[in-house]
């Protein structure tokens, strides 16, 4: 990946900042579930080593029918791939896409696609409201035929949600024009609130969008690479006739079944785990860096959080180093649009983690401040 496209999570990068001594990176900048994969993912995985010796199904049907019963879709509406970038483009070349329509900031894969499609992009800001983002006033993108438009909710970096009323009389206005909507809901299942998907909704009614998902960041498997988008049946199809079937390993599909088929106890007790973590450690986040001079902390609605940081480019690159030292890494989001490097998106992990990191940035804003007189 050239810089042009930076991603969290760079962990061989990391390893060549930190002191050789230390033995644990903190790894803020790449948004997945702390817990680890559920012990059922695990098991199956281990498992399904044995089948290392045979292709895997290109086709991938009984992934497929899982995700079919559990999205009350057909088996031909699915699209199963090596995380949610790769359905992203798969998804984008089977439409013949003239055109990808982004808002930005927007997660830098969406022009990497673009990038390796040699697909123009429109990139239209969203619109800064106190401590949230709202979509594009109504009418202010000249939505043409063979646009793909990329609504990603909840949005990354920002974290912010947009709700169904805010969304649909944006949507109405692509859709009627005929543009393809891709929802990428890759943080759907970490929302802090209960909200069906609208992307979902649409495809059942038949209109032209799908809904992309991964399991790489609930699930924690970003070493396997999982995802699935939901489809139209015309569009889904092309796609499997189009693609290499081969990029989904039989690792990864074993543990998409495990966590896709009928839900047990297992994976019951996982999700109630991740939701009562998830409240307890917003709302940490709520009372420190919310309360914290120096940081402008917006609204998050799901697993991580973005703050504007009230000093210089260069005091945050400073403060990053610091951070290095010690092992801990945030994404920074320079190269997102419209940010600069005194923006960062923080992953929500564990207490002790989130005190860490809190702990350590609020020494470095308060030694800036009794530094300038303050």
């Known amino acids: 990946m050239t810089s042009a496209y930076r991603h969290g999570g760079r962990i061989a990068d990391y390893l060549e900042q930190i002191p050789p001594e230390m033995e644990r990176i903190f790894d803020f900048s790449a948004n997945i579930h702390p817990f680890g994969p559920p012990e059922k993912v695990r098991r199956a995985v281990l498992a399904a080593i044995s089948e290392m010796e045979h292709y895997p199904d290109a086709q991938h049907r009984v992934l497929r029918k899982h995700l079919a019963e559990r999205e009350g879709v057909t088996p031909q509406s699915v699209v199963v791939g090596n995380g949610a970038s790769e359905i992203l483009e798969l998804l984008v070349r089977g439409f013949s896409a003239k055109r990808m329509v982004l808002l930005d900031p927007a997660f830098s894969e969406y022009r990497a696609v673009s990038h390796r499609l040699h697909i123009p992009v429109l990139g239209i800001p969203l619109i800064q409201a106190d ?3 709202r979509l594009p006033a109504l009418g202010s993108i000249e939505f043409r035929k063979g646009d793909v438009l990329v609504l990603n909710n909840p949005h990354n970096p920002t974290s912010t949600f947009f709700s169904t009323a805010e969304c649909v009389p944006f949507l109405e206005d692509a859709m009627s024009r005929g543009v393809l909507v891709v929802f990428d809901e890759a ?3 970490f929302l802090l609130h209960d909200e069906a998907s609208l992307g979902r909704k649409l495809l059942l009614e038949g209109r032209a969008v799908a809904v992309v998902r991964s399991a790489t960041k609930y699930y924690a498997i970003p070493g396997l690479r999982l995802g699935f988008a ?3 049946v015309e569009l889904a199809e092309k796609v499997y006739a189009e693609r290499d ?3 989904v390993n039989v690792m990864a599909l074993a543990a998409g079944v495990a966590a896709y088929g009928p839900e047990d106890g297992e994976l019951s007790d996982y999700s ?8 307890e450690e917003s709302a940490f986040v709520q009372a ?3 309360r914290t001079d120096g940081v402008r902390l917006f609204r998050m609605a799901a697993n991580y959080f973005f703050v504007e940081l009230d000093r210089s480019d260069a005091w945050s690159l400073q403060c990053q180093q610091e951070l290095a030292r010690l092992g801990m890494f945030v994404r920074d989001c ?3 649009p419209g940010c600069t490097h005194h923006h960062w998106r923080v992953a929500i992990r564990t207490r002790e983690e989130n005190e860490r990191l809190f702990e350590r940035v609020e020494r470095a804003l308060r030694q800036r401040n009794e530094g300038v007189g303050r």
């Open 131 to 133: 401590d949230t983002f």
């Open 272 to 279: 109630a785990q991740t939701r009562a973590w998830l409240r």
């Open 245 to 247: 079937g081969w990029t």
């Open 334 to 336: 320079f190269d997102f």
């Open 288 to 290: 420190t860096w919310g």
């Open 230 to 232: 939901l489809a139209p």
């Open 187 to 189: 943080f759907h299942d």
